[in-house]
């Protein structure tokens, strides 16, 4: 089993990581550090790969890149408890990385590489703006 990538919840002593496991490919884990002995929890491990999670800084959304569609596309839900997933990048996508005050979602697509992102609204439904580029690397 390979790792990679953790966020962190420091309210409830978490580790959000992804691990590669024979059986089931990548998987978003959750380790859970408040039991006597540390726990490694699957948070998402189905068929399909799931990787490079990215806790919003408030702690309630989870972004992340799968391949369930035959292309990586960047998806986000609710935390905790854990949401229906809401596709962000329609065209492909991966790295999820939250702004520092959570408004923005910031990912990277294609080759070149291409930094996106998208502004979200909390209120009754995800809002996701149109894909603008911020730069080609």
Known sequence: MGFSGPSF??????????????????????????????????????????????????GAWLAYANDKTGKARVYIRRYDPLGPPKMVSKTGGLDPQWSRDGSRLYYRKGRPFTLS????????????????????L
């Open 117 to 136: 992102t998208f502004s979200m609204r909390t209120e009754v439904s995800v809002i996701v703006n149109p894909l603008r580029c911020l730069n080609r």
């Open 9 to 58: 919840t420091a309210e409830d002593a978490t580790f959000i990581l992804t691990a590669q496991s024979k059986t089931t490919g990548w998987d978003i884990m959750r380790l859970n550090l408040t039991h006597e002995v540390p726990r490694l929890e699957p948070l998402l491990n189905d068929s399909f790969g799931e990787w490079g999670a990215s806790l919003s800084p408030d």
